[in-house]
């Protein structure tokens, strides 16, 4: 049914029209203290407080906390200190150590093909260059690749006739600053030497008083 | 369509304000009285009913679209949905009649219209004996129409449904009606 054949059936419907709004008129009619009460009622609700949430500030705090620890950059350290100063002193010696050891067997190696070992240098560690192309090659890539394993060997030949070339390196007091807490204590290696270098000094002393007693003796006895 | 007082009193209400309120409970009240005392019968239920729909109106009075319905289709929106609720959750024993057997539909539209067209005062009485064995729904959607004169769609909004679902149930209803007559008739 439509809403205009509905329309038109309120309009004819009188009985059940009437009926309703009879029906309406005697319905129960609303206490006149209702809104009053009401009104009270809303008035006691907006004055209590309204109770305060914390879990979002809660999560907020938390949340800002966890971002500060992974925000805010690591403090300086005794570690760092040491790591930034290792490159300079201690990076001629990481590479001779391994080198020595191995470079013995292939001596007679190298000693043939100096420049190929060089070169070996250059190479990607993927793949092993013919040696017609590496004798083409320019040393000037040597320091960006990283060496393979395999040609260790070679390269420490190389690297050990290469050193005597090399400038020493020359720790000064900016690099190893004696201000550095970590610098005021002995290391165990030192005073191993201090000691040992003490007791020579001890038995040279001995050695002394004993070389100018017998001169002494020898003046006396030539008088 | 929402008139000057209509935004002038949604304004006031949105700022809480206790003149704004008594005077939307002046404008609307009985209305909703009504119609709350329509669904539930008890008179004490009814004025439990009347504050919580406009406790909720005054909590929600932002949540209000101008733009899908007039404030008074809002109010009535609120107060069906309250009076359903609190008959929901008290299990308030109704008496109603069910046409389980379908034996209403068998009516044909000339009798019905027959019986409710020609003005007849004893056929009065008796209409108003039949609209107390409805369900509170269709009471409810009958009076609307019938006494608010709401068109189909404004009823739909009010009790959540679709404009031809409410055709349908008017119908139906109004056949109703007119098998419970002919029962109590005979």
Not at chain 1, 170 to 179: G, K, N, S, V
Request: net charge negative.
């Amino acid at each position: 049914m439509t809403e205009e054949q509905l329309n038109a059936l309120r309009a004819q419907d009188t009985n059940l029209r009437d009926a309703i709004w009879q029906e309406e008129e005697v319905r129960p009619q609303m206490p006149a203290d209702l809104n009053e009460r009401l009104m009270q009622r809303v008035a006691a609700q907006q004055e209590k407080k309204p109770r305060r949430i914390v879990w979002p500030w809660i999560a907020a705090a938390c949340a800002a906390g966890v971002l500060m620890i992974w925000l805010t950059p690591p403090k300086v350290t005794e570690t760092d200190v040491v790591a930034k100063q290792q490159p300079k002193v201690e990076q001629p010696v990481k590479v001779e150590t391994p080198q020595k050891a191995e470079a013995k067997p292939t001596a007679p190696q190298v000693l043939e093909t100096p420049m190929e070992v060089k070169l070996a240098k250059v190479t990607p560690a993927v793949t092993k260059p013919a040696p017609s192309l590496l004798a083409q090659e320019t040393p000037a890539a040597e320091p960006t690749a990283a060496p393979k394993v395999e040609e260790a060997p070679k390269n420490l030949v190389a690297e050990e006739r290469t050193q005597p070339q090399q400038a020493p390196v020359m720790l000064t007091e900016r690099d190893i600053p004696i201000t550095r807490p970590e610098n005021f204590r002995y290391t165990p290696e030192e005073l191993a030497l201090m000691k040992k270098q003490a007791n020579e000094a001890y038995l040279k002393w001995v050695e002394l008083e004993l070389e100018i007693a017998k001169f002494d003796l020898e003046n006396t006895a030539q008088k | 369509m929402t008139t000057d007082i209509e935004i002038n009193l949604i304004e006031g209400l949105r700022q809480q304000s206790p003149k704004a309120q008594q005077q939307m409970l002046g404008r609307y009240g009985n209305a909703v009285f009504a119609q709350v005392a329509r669904l539930v019968p008890a008179v004490e239920d009814a004025e439990e009913v009347y504050q919580d729909v406009f406790v909720k109106l005054f909590k929600n009075i932002n949540m209000y679209d101008a733009t899908q319905s007039s404030l008074k289709t809002w109010i009535s929106h609120i107060a069906y949905n309250e009076s359903i609720s609190f008959l929901r959750k008290k299990s308030v024993p109704l008496i109603y009649y069910e046409d389980r057997e379908g034996e209403a539909e068998k009516l044909s539209e000339s009798e019905v219209e027959a019986t409710f067209g020609h003005p007849n005062p004893e056929t009065v009485q008796l209409i108003r004996a039949a609209i107390k064995h409805l369900p509170p729904d269709e009471r409810a959607v009958i009076t609307m129409f019938y006494y608010e004169e709401m068109s189909l769609k404004e009823i739909a909004y009010v009790t959540e449904s679709i404009p031809t679902t409410i055709a349908s149930k008017l119908s139906r209803t109004r056949k109703k009606l007119c098998k419970i007559i002919k029962m109590l008739q005979s």
